[in-house]
């Protein structure tokens, strides 16, 4: 059971449009919510990251928006780069639960020149 | 500083063969975690060692078992390969003791195919 879920699948969107890919989880007791980037042959790495008793976080052209009541958290990518093709994938860990994160199916990012 | 190192990046398989996979973390973390990626499921969690204890484990069958090692090094090994093993496992090291205080660095991966 997919504990959070992420849509949509695939995106495609010109330069210097806004890339916007959302996810919802159930747990409640989800406390911390990353997003990673993942180019094709390489590892995810982590984009930017959220905890609930903040409803936005913006770095550079990275925004999180979290609704906590929705049980819902969006990844915004403003003026999208054809540089930020990639796939991304939002993630959600248990505060204090060791190291291990729930991650979404991932959104492959395409923007076209 | 070296990332995380994972061996072999390719390899192939026959159903009912077992495999080893290996994972060198970042000099210096002492938590290394194993995730499976395949298109339809995303990234799935299977195991995470912290100083030679496995802390947690995900929901996959007792053919996927890992260990660590005293140097951090981790191995993660499948044994009786179906078809559906083949995907590409990620390993992720990490010098904090719980996720939401710093961030996963994840290797290339080993990409399993299984004939």
């Known amino acids: 059971q997919q504990q959070v879920k992420q849509s949509p699948q695939s995106l495609i969107v010109q330069k210097g449009g806004i890339s916007i890919i959302n996810c919802a989880y159930e747990?409640?007791?989800?406390?911390?919510f990353p997003w990673y980037q993942q180019f094709p042959g390489k590892g995810p790495a982590l984009l930017i990251a959220?905890?609930?008793?903040?409803s936005e976080k913006k770095e550079g052209r990275f925004t999180i928006s979290f609704n906590k009541s929705a049980k819902q958290f969006s990844l915004h990518i403003m003026d999208s780069q054809p540089g930020d093709s990639a796939t991304y994938f939002c993630?959600?860990?248990?505060?204090?639960?060791?190291?291990?994160?729930?991650f979404g199916t991932g959104t492959r990012l395409t923007v076209i020149p | 500083k070296a990332g995380v190192t994972q061996t072999p990046r390719y390899l192939i398989k026959t159903r009912g063969q077992q495999v080893t996979l290996s994972c060198s973390p970042i000099?210096?973390?002492?938590?290394v975690s194993w995730y499976q990626q395949t298109p339809g499921q995303g990234l799935q969690f299977l195991f995470e060692?912290?100083?030679?204890?496995?802390?947690n484990k995900g929901n996959f069958p007792g053919r996927f078992s890992g260990r660590q090692f005293s140097n951090s090094r981790s191995e993660m090994n499948v044994s009786t390969l179906e078809l559906g093993d083949s995907a590409l496992y990620l390993c992720?090291?990490?010098?904090?003791?719980?996720?939401?205080?710093?961030?996963?660095?994840f290797g290339e991966g080993s990409r399993l195919t299984v004939l």
């Open positions: 992720a090291s990490s010098y904090k003791v719980v996720v939401d205080t710093g961030e996963l660095f």
């Open positions: 060692y912290f100083s030679e204890t496995q802390r």
């Open positions: 747990n409640t007791a989800f406390d911390y």
């Open positions: 959220i905890r609930p008793d903040v």
């Open positions: 993630a959600a860990s248990i505060v204090g639960g060791a190291n291990n994160l729930f």
């Open positions: 000099s210096g973390h002492r938590s």
